[in-house]
């Protein structure tokens, strides 16, 4: 069973463009949730989707940033007109969902570099 | 939102000995999960935890779920420098059923 999986592994981007990070879930589960990690620092929880819908943004900065997760195909984090403070490494998780006993599986994450 | 207390920050022990690491947080989870982090990599799942009171070994690590269900602690006995990396503990509430907040990590130095 494949884990989860992201692509590109390491992206640069100038000011101004646009990053697209693709996350593919494990077989089988249907939630998703997108993390932000600075050098030394923490997990910052971004975004939480399901199948077609986000359930929980909270973490998201409202400008820029965007997430989705269609019926087919990867989940996708959206940064457009991308500065360098996005600079960070992202992570994707997946989880089965709808299960008393759930557990979060991560991806290797993807490394945003901004000139 | 969720408080999630992890303690210590960074520990710098020598090779053979045990660890101790630990999270409190400010309302009551349903499950507590340990991972490892190593440099460029994303976490790895070590131990998931889901009854108060609840101990669970996976080799050198044992975890235990506390029984107010507000902490969890995560024990490493032996250490070897494998060892090094950064120990995140997540937790989930009752009353949010998927989301987990997660601690600030425990970064872990072994000397050989």
């Known amino acids: 069973n494949a884990g989860v999986m992201q692509n590109p592994r390491h992206l640069v981007r100038r000011r101004g463009q646009e990053a697209r990070l693709r996350c593919s879930p494990m077989?089988?589960?249907?939630?998703v949730y997108w993390y932000r990690q600075l050098p030394e620092e923490g997990l910052k929880f971004m975004v939480y989707?399901?199948?077609?819908?986000?359930?929980?943004e909270s973490g998201m900065p409202k400008e820029r940033f965007s997430a989705e997760f269609p019926k087919e195909g990867p989940s996708i984090l959206r940064i457009q007109q991308v500065v360098r403070g996005d600079s960070a490494a992202y992570f994707c998780?997946?989880?089965?969902?709808?299960?008393?006993?759930?557990?979060?599986?991560f991806g290797p994450g993807t490394r945003l570099t901004v000139t | 939102g969720q408080q999630l207390n992890q303690s210590p920050q960074s520990m710098f022990i020598q090779e053979g000995e045990d660890v101790s690491m630990n999270c409190t947080s400010s309302?009551?989870?349903?499950?507590w999960l340990w991972y490892k982090q190593d440099p460029g990599e994303g976490p790895v799942l070590l131990i998931a935890?889901?009854?108060?009171?609840e101990l669970t070994s996976n080799g050198r690590l044992t975890a235990q779920f506390g029984i107010t269900r507000k902490d969890s602690f995560l024990n490493i006995s032996a250490s070897i420098p494998s060892d090094v990396g950064i120990y995140f503990c997540?937790?989930?509430?009752?009353?949010?059923?998927?989301?987990?907040?997660f601690g600030s990590g425990t970064k872990l130095n072994v000397k050989p």
């Open positions: 998780a997946s989880s089965p969902g709808g299960r008393a006993h759930d557990e979060q599986y």
């Open positions: 077989k089988g589960h249907s939630h």
């Open positions: 989707l399901q199948k077609e819908n986000i359930i929980d």
């Open positions: 309302s009551i989870f349903n499950t």
């Open positions: 935890l889901y009854k108060a009171g």
């Open positions: 997540a937790g989930r509430v009752t009353d949010n059923f998927n989301k987990f907040y």
